[in-house]
């Protein structure tokens, strides 16, 4: 059974969450006065109104100003004032032009306009119409305070709960991977770290009868930008595998990079030309493909900026790197028919082989302030190669970890290991 949550049965998710919040939703009903009422009758009536901010003065139905009780309360408690003005009209209190509004406007547009307003809306309130004008109620600053906070909090709840449902499904894409690399390997390790809840890191390994193909992706982006990459590359890749692919490295990149582009809109599909494009997508992954024979004892890697560490238990004096190609899979400066290269490394037993996102590599911390780099990363490899893999895992996270400090995480993490 697929989980399910909530906002996915909703049919306008946080669109449909906004429109319930309503002008009608802040709705005030309080004593009025006509024009002809005197400010003696004002008086009384927010003296038996304590509750009442502003009353308003309506024509017939047709709302035409509000008086503030603190304005009103002010002047009369000057000397004479009530004698002078107990009998004239309430005009003479009254803000002729208050911020009048219908009872169909959104909240939020209710909040931009109660804001250009300046200080008069939130302190006096405004009026609320039906759809003709015709006076209703008033409303409140502080409702429309209050009631942005609560749609902004309800929008955000739905809002996670989708992330937690995209992290489900992108979990679930994974499962597939883990099951592959456990049927293939009997010492690795796999560590997906996110740095928020979804990312745009994946990992991908498929089993074949004459071996298995394994890759590390960094998609552009993290969160939710990079978890809809992660799926668009995954489903990417399983079609390339299944044209027979998986023996070629350089030319599954090739092939990916050719769908990619495609499918993101990055050339001119008449001309055959790179174009750009202010609206153009300039997206695309970092990556290693590696294809692995257990019975030739070999393997062909192939990467777009994602290098291989190796360590060999015959000669563990140093680590050997093998960059890959520095053109990435897609972009708009990476050409259609780019080429990427092949290279055969011969396997024997014990040999370690890691791959790494560009995350671990670049996280800013220690002493200096600077990136964790590829040396600092090589050398942790080296010092703790001859520990079964998972242990490796942890002894380098806990070297990262305490490298980074309290620095903010900068991109996702993914580590893959494992040994021949």
Not at 68 to 87: G, I, T, Y
Not at 229 to 250: G, K, Q, V
Not at 322 to 344: A, S
Not at 391 to 412: H, M, N, V, W
Request: charged share 25%.
């Amino acid at each position: 059974m697929q989980p399910t949550v909530d906002s996915v049965n909703t049919q306008f998710g946080a669109k449909k969450t906004e429109a319930e919040y309503i002008t009608k939703t802040l709705l005030r009903n309080c004593p009025q006065v006509s024009p002809n009422a005197t400010g003696s009758e004002v008086l009384v009536l927010l003296t038996e109104h304590p509750e009442i901010i502003s009353l308003p003065v309506v024509d017939n139905t047709l709302p035409i100003g509000l008086i503030n009780r603190s304005l009103f309360m002010d002047e009369m408690s000057k000397p004479f004032r009530r004698e002078v003005f107990a009998r004239k009209s309430c005009i003479a209190f009254m803000e002729k032009e208050p911020l009048v509004v219908k009872e169909s406007l959104g909240i939020q547009e209710l909040s931009f306009k109660v804001v250009q307003s300046g200080s008069k809306a939130l302190k006096d309130g405004f009026v609320i119409t039906d759809d003709h004008g015709e006076y209703l109620g008033i409303g409140t600053g502080e409702d429309v305070m209050r009631q942005v906070a609560e749609l902004q909090a309800e929008k955000n709840r739905l809002i996670m709960e989708s992330i937690n449902y995209a992290s489900v499904i992108q979990t679930s894409f994974l499962r597939s991977s883990r099951e592959d690399i456990s049927q293939s390997l009997a010492d690795y390790f796999i560590h997906w770290e996110p740095r928020d809840k979804v990312g745009g890191d994946y990992y991908f390994c498929k089993k074949f009868q004459d071996g298995f193909f394994i890759a590390l992706i960094d998609c552009t982006g993290h969160g939710v930008p990079g978890a809809f990459m992660t799926l668009i590359m995954a489903s990417f890749l399983d079609h390339i595998l299944l044209e027979d692919n998986r023996h070629d490295p350089a030319g599954a990149l090739a092939s990916m990079n050719r769908k990619v582009k495609t499918a993101l809109g990055q050339i001119n599909l008449q001309s055959s030309s790179l174009y750009v494009d202010s609206n153009q997508s300039d997206d695309g992954m970092d990556t290693a493909f590696c294809w692995i024979d257990m019975e030739s004892m070999q393997m062909l890697y192939a990467g777009a900026k994602t290098p291989l560490f190796m360590i060999d238990p015959n000669d563990d004096q140093q680590i050997n790197i093998i960059n890959g190609d520095k053109k990435c899979v897609g972009y708009v400066d990476t050409p259609m028919d780019y080429v990427w290269t092949n290279h055969t490394i011969s396997l024997s037993k014990g040999m370690c082989i890691y791959l790494t996102t560009d995350g671990i590599i670049d996280q800013i911390g220690g002493a200096k302030q600077i990136a964790f780099g590829k040396q600092r990363f090589s050398q942790q490899l080296l010092a703790n190669y001859k520990q079964p893999m998972p242990e490796q895992s942890e002894l380098l996270l806990e070297s990262f970890y305490a490298y980074q400090g309290k620095q903010r995480r900068r991109d996702d993490v993914s580590l893959l290991g494992f040994r021949i």
